[in-house]
């Protein structure tokens, strides 16, 4: 997105805002449209450093950035936004995407905003409170024999989508921005999340942790920090496995080249670390049980990876916390039952 139509985006907050002070009274949040409160530079989302009680290392600094903040509660909200905006639906087309939930959740949100109609194929090892969402907000929903973790690009919800798109028994009715191969993944992340974090730790940042999904958020933040500082190091975190229950999160690597996401720059990641199920759901909890921070299980993951780097590493971390717990309760409730 260029600079003045990321300006633009804010521009009902702001003229407010002066509104409100040339009348003398505080400036409100009150915004013309759920669209405004999508997180960007204007408006970051918060970053929380982490206690000795989590982090036990004195010279590794860990920040977390929490995406839950944004209006639909993830981090994905960015990426909707700019998709939406990319993609031209004529008269009768319906917007189609495959998701693991929190694009879809984003994007059914901002299309209903905008009158759009929309489908959505979901593997079916979504989380429940994911799916429930999506059905809450009225999207046309279709549960897809998946894994979580599908080989790139034409399985699963992936296939469905695709089809969908190109069969000509549906005759151009649907339409789908593709978050997997589209720029403009990259293009909110470099837009919004990579400033928001060089502005937020004034440029003191050492490693950037992400995880692999649709590799938008390691591509996009990566490809700016690295810009300003080419010493940062940019550390994505897997899956241990294909087979897991870290929606969002997936493992690329030795992948064959034709299974490699379309839209990650493998030439921006400094080190890749592995994470199981286990590891990541216990830093989760650990998180909300030290810090009152609840997050996702995949934020679990980045936060035990960081934590092992930070064992034997000095400086100060970032750590990308997709969304928040509460879409996961059903997955933590397992771990809790075997306390």
Known sequence: MKPQACAQQNLACRSITTRAKTSNTPP??????????????????????????????????????????????????????????GTHLADGQVLAEPTAGNTG?????????????????????????KKTLLRFLGAELLEVEDELCP????E?????????VESAAFNGKYVSPNQYENQLNVEAHYH????????????NIDYFFAAFGTC????????????RNPDIKIIGIEPSSRAHKLSGIKQISNLPD???????????????????????????????????????????????AARQTGATASGRAVVISPDGAAKYVSAYAEYLDQE
């Not at 919004?192 to 440029?203: A, L």
């Not at 286990?278 to 921070?293: C, K, M, N, P």
Request: aromatic share 8%; no cysteine; glycine share 8%.
């Open 151 to 154: 080989l790139f690009p034409t």
């Open 156 to 164: 699963g919800a992936r296939g469905v989508v695709k089809s969908m």
């Open 216 to 227: 938008g958020t390691i591509t996009g933040v990566g490809r700016y920090l690295k810009e």
């Open 258 to 304: 034709e299974f490699k996401p379309k839209i990650l720059d493998y030439s921006l990641i400094d080190d890749i670390i592995a994470v199981d199920d286990d590891d990541a759901f216990e830093a989760g909890i650990q998180l909300a049980r030290t810090e009152g921070i609840m997050v996702g299980p995949t934020t679990g993951a980045l936060l035990h």
């Open 28 to 85: 409100q949040r009150v915004y013309d449209n759920i669209v405004d409160l999508i997180a960007n530079p204007d408006n970051p989302t918060p970053m929380v450093k982490l206690s000795e009680r989590y982090n036990t290392s004195s010279d590794f600094d860990i920040f977390i950035k929490l995406e839950s903040f944004n209006p639909f509660g993830s981090i994905k909200d960015r990426t909707a936004l700019y998709l939406l905006r």
């Open 192 to 203: 919004t999340t990579g400033p928001e974090i060089w502005n937020q730790t004034g440029g």
């Open 105 to 129: 959740i984003a994007l059914a949100a901002l299309s209903n905003a905008q009158g759009t109609p929309i489908a959505l194929a979901v593997p079916e090892a979504t989380p429940e409170e």
